[in-house]
């Protein structure tokens, strides 16, 4: 069984360039999770999505960035106009529906680096 | 504001010695509490978690200890092996899973 899929593993983008981070669940969860992680640092939660609902946003900053979790396809995180401060690894994670166990399923991470 | 943080940064061990890694938490209402690893450049992994309404939960290895009184929690490793490096976090979960995370300590496994 594959785990939850993360791509690109690293991504390189110039200020004011965009990123987009693709996460594919677990098969058979349809929750998904974003967090962001800086350096020496924890995870800090994001968003929170199911199949074409934004479930908790309380994470995301206001500007700039948007997540989307498709009846098809990937969850996707985008990043307009990156800046400096973007540089993070970002996780995605999954868990089947509404079991609130605590056990999330992650990826291994997108690591994006702003020039 | 509300938090959930580690005391030590970095825990050194001897291979084979038992490790006790500290969190505490300032939400008198939290009441769930996940232990996760992070081996670097991978994704955090579920050790063990526990309920307020217990204040003692054993897994393989692993022992997670809560005291809400002083709030606290411990995860206790027995018998550390180098794979026990790694980051380890506590986290807080606040509804539908969405976790809280602490820093994390960074344990250190030396022959």
């Known amino acids: 069984n594959a785990g939850v899929m993360q791509n690109p593993r690293h991504l390189v983008r110039r200020r004011g360039q965009e990123a987009r981070l693709r996460c594919s669940p677990m098969k058979g969860h349809s929750h998904v999770y974003w967090y962001r992680q800086l350096p020496e640092e924890g995870l800090k939660f994001m968003v929170y999505l199911q199949k074409e609902n934004i479930i908790d946003e309380s994470g995301m900053p206001k500007e700039r960035f948007s997540a989307e979790f498709p009846k098809e396809g990937p969850s996707i995180l985008r990043i307009q106009q990156v800046v400096r401060g973007d540089s993070a690894a970002y996780f995605c994670a999954s868990s089947p529906q509404g079991r609130n166990t605590g056990e999330l399923f992650f990826g291994e991470g997108s690591r994006l680096t702003v020039l | 504001g509300e938090s959930v943080g580690l005391h030590l940064p970095t825990l050194s061990v001897q291979e084979g010695d038992n490790s006790i890694i500290n969190c505490a938490y300032s939400n008198s209402a939290s009441d769930y509490f996940i232990w996760y690893k992070q081996e670097s450049g991978k994704g955090p992994q579920f050790i063990i978690d526990?309920?307020?309404?217990?204040d003692k939960r054993q897994g393989q290895r692993v022992t997670v200890l809560l005291n809400k009184t002083v709030k606290h929690l411990s995860l206790q490793i027995a018998a550390t092996q180098p794979g026990d490096s790694a980051v380890y976090f506590c986290a807080e979960n606040r509804e539908t899973d969405k976790l809280i995370f602490g820093t994390g300590t960074r344990l250190q496994v030396f022959p």
């Open positions: 526990i309920r307020s309404n217990m």
